[in-house]
């Protein structure tokens, strides 16, 4: 089996294939072209652009287009760009598989084909954990639904699942929760969330109070009411008390997950910590023909950061074609010091060479809210320190530099300084 | 004719089987393969909405069940019958075997009755397995284990494809379905019930009661007396994510007790990785409702028998009720006088007991002297297959796009199921037709291009297309 099945339109072979036609796929694939390498992107939606497509609020654009845009907007002018580009991207086309080579088996209305191609690209984001995912108890009635689901509904199909429901979890994407809800006429009963704090930015806060939502803090969700269609939440607050908040639906937003199931199935090295694959300071998986970039890095960044890794792994892969990119055996590795505050630290790997252009930093994040002193230590010596005040959903950003000038083969711990 | 859906009727059917279960179902099968008229009565929207809604999806010998007991009777024969058909049904089955494992002294020191057991059951392939050996075949497993042995033919069947297809085999061979019709009251009038059901009056010779949860409750309104209880039992389970399938090739079966068979571990066949059930008594028929700390109990036990589980995410969370009775045995039984048959108590091996119960209820059946004349063409129709271990439609040209992206349901695949005798008419009915969201992310993906396709076709909508000003829009 080579080449599409008729009618799909797949080339047999290509320079590069990127997975995922969002922000990260589409800025890569626009590179790579100006870089005059060959991208096909594969999208197994039937539109391009990514989740942005059916974010239908400000902002998205501003490091692309210099200006604010909508999201379906900003989705809309990157599909236009990558097409003015040249850029061949082939929706509702889903990657079943991912084999050396490497080789992409994929599924299309035309049926099962495979493509050959030198580079692959994986760029295949983030999803919000479910329900089932988080072990929540009660009932399974229709109208318990993700952030993302709610936005197709809303901003796709113009269409509203329930008038008054709960929302779970208070991290960006369930302020966008609260906005998707108000631009469908829906008026959310409650924002729920488990720990004391907003895990969000402070002004998300002030967001639930202008839209007259109200906060619950330290209050978890216990229970789902309702057999067929959901009647409301059953939730326990600090003091251990029960009780029910009436609702006609159930958002669980939040706590993002790397799409990895291809990757996995590849045996591709997966970080338990971020969720998403192992790279090197090159994006490189544990494959060396293989790249990732934007949320499937790790959870969860703008869009215009997750556009920016695209653009930053065309340029890995040009160097890599031209075989500029050192050995894939990169014998350091970067981990979170055992038990520590930090959830992760991207990337996992170094290779002890200096390559103009690879990551400057590694991206890291924190499981709570905390202040100290951060530090990267190896057999010992501290190779970079710096003070930090994070929470969970910020960005934190540690230099490479010091760590590929002094670094030895072995392992890199990054934890808080009272933590070694 | 076959017909999908009489409304009140004044056809009058030979059979009438109240309950679309797994065991209702494969009744409707063997009578309409005999030349009966059947007519199934269902309270529910859709099949398989009570006690068959949530199971282990086991194909189980009887390597355990009570020895003489009418359970092992049926489950043999069932298990027999089930492995004649399915290729022409195109059913699924992972031949995977199982392993019954001791973790403690107490426990392996009741390994030999079992295997004793097994034999007796005329399962007599079973062999002890000391623990090295059991790690061997099953490396993932903690080194706790104590020891156990291999039942060779126990398997993984697809518990929604069988039922659904036994039913639709039953339609396509005359019989009738009629669903969203609870049977109120009935009568018998010497030669013939009649029913009274929320849609109107059913005539028919035999009454054959396959209520599950309401099995006593139907005897009740039906015969004014019953003759079992029935004592629901809740099961919750949690679903691994599909990757964790690489962690084991059997399926790991504790040491029952008298009360359950206990928790298993095993693969199921759309390749997700199961864990459960438990066994909660409780009043209540309906609520099978999960509990948070349960599940999380229940995600602990699985880590701590098989610890690579820690490394997956849970992809789904159900319960299901199993209509026990106090009696351990299935509790069938025939009334020749009013024609009347009480299928009740089949409490955790109906999936792999079906057909065998459907036989030995025929066998009541005839017993009362009545007869018919088999078709002389049999029709042997197939659904669209659902289990990883089948060509699904998603390889296939004309599939019109893949919807689902975690369980690879195509578009056609869905409105497939939207159509025909068995039409689904919710959610759950689509869910168990196609897979539909039921893979790790639930509905993330696919939810929005799921309630535009389904529009119309539900009994309650997915969502309602609204405009600006907050009005809704009926379509």
Known sequence: MTGGPEGAGLPAGCDVAIVGAGPAGLGAAVRLKALGIDAVVLDREAEAGGIPRHCGHYPFGMREFHRVLKGPDYARRLVEEAQAAGVRLFPQTTVVALEKGPRLIVATPAGKAALQAKRVLLATGVRERSRAGRLVGGNRPFGVISTGALQQLVYLKGARPFLRPVIVGSELVSFSAILTCRHAGIQPVAMVEANDRVTAWWFAAGLARLTAVPLHMKTKVMRVLGRDLVEGVEVRDAAGRERSIEADGVIFTGQFLPEVPLLRAAGLVLDPGSGGPAVDQFGRCSDPAVFAAGNLLRPVETAGWSWREGVFAAGMIARSLAGHLPDAAANVQIRPRDGSAIRFVMPQRLALSVVEGAMASAQIRVTRPLRGTLVARQNGKTLWSGRIASRPERRLLLPLQPLVAQAVAGTIEVGLSDEF | ?475
């Open chain 2, 1 to 475: 004719m076959a017909s999908g859906e009489p409304s009140g009727t004044a056809e009058s059917y030979d059979v009438a089987v109240i309950g679309a279960g797994v065991v209702g179902c494969a009744i409707a099968r063997r009578f309409a393969l005999e030349g009966a008229r059947v007519i199934v009565i269902e309270k529910a929207a859709d099949i398989l909405d009570g006690a068959s809604k949530g199971n282990s999806g086991i194909l189980h010998t009887g390597f355990d069940a009570p020895v003489g007991s009418l359970e092992q009777r049926c489950i043999a024969e069932g298990y027999r019958e089930y492995l004649e058909i399915r290729e022409r049904l195109d059913l699924p089955i992972l031949k995977t075997g199982a392993l019954v494992l001791a973790w403690s002294d107490e426990q392996a020191a009741r390994l030999p009755a079992l295997i004793d057991k097994a034999h007796a059951n005329g399962v007599d392939d079973v062999e002890p397995l000391s623990a090295a050996e059991i790690l061997a075949r099953e490396p993932g497993l903690s080194d706790r284990v104590r020891g156990g042995f291999h039942v060779p033919r126990e398997y993984v069947m697809d518990p929604w494809t069988a039922p659904y297809s036994y039913l639709l085999q039953a339609i396509e061979n005359g019989a009738s379905f009629l669903r969203r019709a609870e049977v109120l009251d009935g009568a018998f009038d010497g030669e013939a019930w009649t029913l009274e059901t929320s849609r109107g009056p059913v005539k028919t010779g035999t009454v054959i009661n396959a209520a599950g949860l309401y099995g006593d409750r139907v005897d009740q309104s039906l015969l004014k007396t019953t003759s079992y209880v029935i004592r629901p039992r809740k099961g919750q389970f949690v679903v691994f994510d599909k990757a964790a399938s690489e962690l084991l090739s059997a399926i790991l079966l504790p040491v029952p007790t008298e009360a359950t068979k206990g928790i298993v571990i095993c693969k199921t066949s759309y390749g997700n990785v199961l864990v459960g059930p438990t066994a909660e008594e409780q009043d209540s028929r309906d609520d099978a409702s999960v509990d948070g700390d349960t599940l999380a109990a229940l995600r602990a036990h699985g880590i701590e028998m098989l610890p690579g589980l820690a490394a997956f995410d849970v992809t789904a969370t159900y319960a299901g009720l199993r209509p026990a009775t106090a009696d351990k045995d299935y509790q069938i039984n025939d009334d020749g006088a009013r024609r009347y048959i009480s299928v009740g108590g089949i409490r955790s091996t109906g999936l792999s007991a079906a057909l065998g119960i459907a036989m030995h209820v025929f066998g009541l059946y005839t017993a009362f002297g009545l007869r018919h004349r088999p078709p002389s063409d049999l029709r042997w129709p197939r659904v669209s297959p659902i289990s990883e271990s089948q060509e699904r439609a998603w390889s296939q040209p004309g599939n019109d796009g893949i919807v689902c992206h975690c369980e690879l349901v195509t578009r056609r695949e869905i409105e497939a199921a939207l159509c025909g005798p068995l039409a689904a008419a919710s959610l759950a009915a689509l869910k168990r037709r196609t897979r539909v969201t039921m893979g790790r992310c639930q509905g993330f993906y696919c939810l929005g291009e799921l309630a535009e396709i389904t529009a119309g076709r539900f009994d309650t909508p997915l969502a309602t297309a609204y405009d600006r000003r907050g009005y809704d829009r009926r379509t």
